[in-house]
């Protein structure tokens, strides 16, 4: 590995937050760079952040990218921005709790089910196929008749 020793270090200090050796490519005056969007921030270790950032168009493009997800969901869910945040909580509380309840009506489904089956006096043989991870659903109810 060979290492490319600058002739220079910068070494920049933010008084009472932070000092640092920097070797990196840097500008005359912060509108240079342009917009700035991070994308998204890792932790190194206690009290230390990586931040991961994308400047200038490219920044733009991912902003362009975010305004177009949050016009598609205004617009399917035919709601003003305002209420964005609190419909999606909304959504997402009533999936979790809807989600919680599926498996007790799923095997309450199964169990009516297997119910009617046994109870038909016209049938000889029942087959039930189902995608259900587990099958012993259908049998759990039987000795009850």
């Known amino acids: 590995v060979r290492v490319v020793t600058p002739n220079e270090l910068r070494v920049v200090d933010i008084s009472g937050t932070d000092t640092e050796a920097c070797c990196g490519t840097h500008c005359d005056n912060t509108a240079q760079v342009g917009s700035i969007k991070i994308l998204k921030t890792t932790r190194i270790s206690d009290g230390i952040l990586r931040l991961y950032y994308v400047a200038g168009e490219n ?3 991912h902003m362009n990218e975010d305004a177009t ?3 598609q969901l205004l617009t399917d869910w035919s709601i003003p921005q305002d209420q964005l945040l609190s419909s999606g909580q909304r959504f997402f509380e009533g999936y979790k709790k809807y989600n919680a309840e599926l498996p007790k009506k799923t095997a309450k489904i199964l169990d009516l089910t297997m119910k009617v089956a046994i109870l038909d006096p ?7 196929r189902t995608d259900e991870p587990d ?5 759990r109810g039987v000795p009850e008749f």
Do not use: G, R
């Open 122 to 128: 016209t049938s000889s043989a029942v087959v039930y």
């Open 69 to 71: 997800v949050l016009n």
């Open 59 to 61: 920044a733009m493009k």
């Open 135 to 139: 099958p012993t659903l259908f049998i």
